[in-house]
């Protein structure tokens, strides 16, 4: 195989007790996301190169990585100095820029020109070539050559990858996913961090559609692109959903509703062996996001809560949706077990205590445990299934 593409590690090589293990986790993530590919991986501690068929359709997919910091697509030649010449100059005649540099690594010690000398030569030849000067400070094109004994790779541009760390490195967590703009961004943000994600959704039939349902599939293959091997669990939550209707006062539906899909959550995030729940809430969105709200709601879970996008605008949170691909299926018009039934006056300081008195009325636990003997697990996150909408 002709084709190579370096992979830069960025923040990975920071961590230099633990570089192995990621490496090799971002090496099976790598395969995992390549898949269908041509192509052989190789990786030390400081690089991994990866040699295919198809050098556009692998640097379109390393682009979804999370771990990967640069991308370089290198072109080989054979080693020696007038294929290289000619190729330099090829490379460079479609750039547009001022200034170059050329960087030459000689790691085949036994051919014959020394690194500065190769430098002077490729140098010279573009500038007799190309109008153009040498800046060794601050070059708008850094060239680097690097001589090997399989062969000679030349490499210009590095394309910025996703950054973050390999997804699994910190485990998984388990993402309430509803079928809103905030919860995905909250799932793939997660992802960036290292955090694998098994998803949870909530569905509340005949309230909630399988339109509904659907979308929020729709959704997790979306965030699936970034991960692979994602799963949804569909919580059957009507009966529970329509006991806290009955029971409790209608200012209080939703605290008490948000208390029990923590519960539910935590339960199904242990049994799956997530260690930590994620959500999409972002304080003072809306009632039960409120700070007073969240100590209600939290109190029923000594689980790490994460809430990624806590602190961003709605505007903020938008930015990300469309850039990783979420928003248009998030703003599809099916309505989602929160929004059915909304209450004209929720409480927006819940108290604990009523909070406790009203759940009291009703035998929560046992439609709890019977919701988890019903979880509904969808594993084929593959794009055969796209056309679910
Ligand atoms: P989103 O845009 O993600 O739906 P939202 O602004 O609609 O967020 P809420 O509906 O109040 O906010 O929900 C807050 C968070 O609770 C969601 O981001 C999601 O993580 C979780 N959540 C809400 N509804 C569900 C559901 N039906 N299933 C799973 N999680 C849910
Ligand atoms: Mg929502």
Redo the contacts with the bound molecule.
């Keep these: 195989m002709e084709n190579l593409i370096l992979i830069k590690y960025g923040e990975l090589t920071t961590k230099k007790a633990n570089r192995n293990t990621f490496t090799k986790l971002l090496a099976n993530n790598i395969k995992e996301v390549l898949k269908g590919e041509e192509f052989n991986i190789k990786f030390d501690r400081v690089r991994m190169y990866i040699e295919c068929e198809n050098v556009n359709s692998v640097s379109s997919k390393l682009k979804n990585v999370f771990g990967i910091h640069g991308i370089v697509i290198c072109h080989k030649v054979n080693t020696n100095i007038e294929d290289i010449k000619l190729k330099v100059l090829e490379l460079l005649k479609n750039e547009k820029f001022n200034t170059f540099k050329i960087c030459t690594k000689r790691a085949d010690k036994s051919f014959e020109i020394l690194s500065m000398e190769v430098n002077n030569i490729i140098g010279g030849y573009i500038l007799k070539n190309l109008d153009t000067k040498v800046d060794v400070h601050n070059p708008d094109i850094l060239v680097t050559i690097e001589i090997r004994r399989e062969g000679t790779y030349i490499y210009t541009n590095v394309i910025k990858g996703l950054g973050g760390y390999p997804v699994g490195i910190q485990g998984k967590g388990m993402?309430?996913?509803?079928?809103?703009?905030?919860?995905?961004v909250?799932g793939y943000l997660s992802l960036k961090r290292g955090v694998d994600l098994e998803c949870?959704?909530?569905?509340s039939p005949p309230h909630t559609s399988i339109e509904a349902k659907n979308k929020?599939i729709a959704l997790a293959k979306i965030i699936n692109k970034y991960s692979g091997g994602i799963k949804v669990n569909i919580?059957p939550?009507t009966k529970l959903q329509e006991a806290i209707y009955k029971n409790v006062p209608d200012s209080y539906i939703i605290t008490i509703m948000?208390r029990m899909?923590y519960r539910i959550a935590e339960r199904l995030a242990k049994k799956n062996k997530c260690k930590a729940i994620?959500?999409?809430?972002?304080i003072g969105?809306?009632a039960?996001?409120t700070l007073t709200s969240m100590i209600s709601i939290n109190s029923v879970t000594n689980y790490p809560v994460i809430r990624p996008v806590a602190c961003m605008d709605k505007l903020e949170i938008i930015d990300i949706a469309k850039k990783i691909g979420t928003y248009d299926t998030?703003i599809l018009p099916y309505e989602?077990?929160?929004?059915i039934f909304l209450p004209t006056h929720p409480v927006i300081n819940p108290d604990i205590n009523k909070c406790i008195k009203y759940e009291s009325s009703f035998d929560y636990e046992t439609l709890i445990d019977e919701i988890l003997d019903n979880i509904e697990v969808i594993t084929d996150l593959s794009e055969e299934h796209s056309d679910l909408l």
Excluded: H, K, W
């Design positions: 993402l309430m996913l509803s079928g809103g703009i905030d919860s995905p909250a949870l959704y909530f569905e929020v919580v939550f948000r899909m994620i959500n999409g809430e972002s969105q809306v039960s996001q998030s989602d077990c929160c929004t």
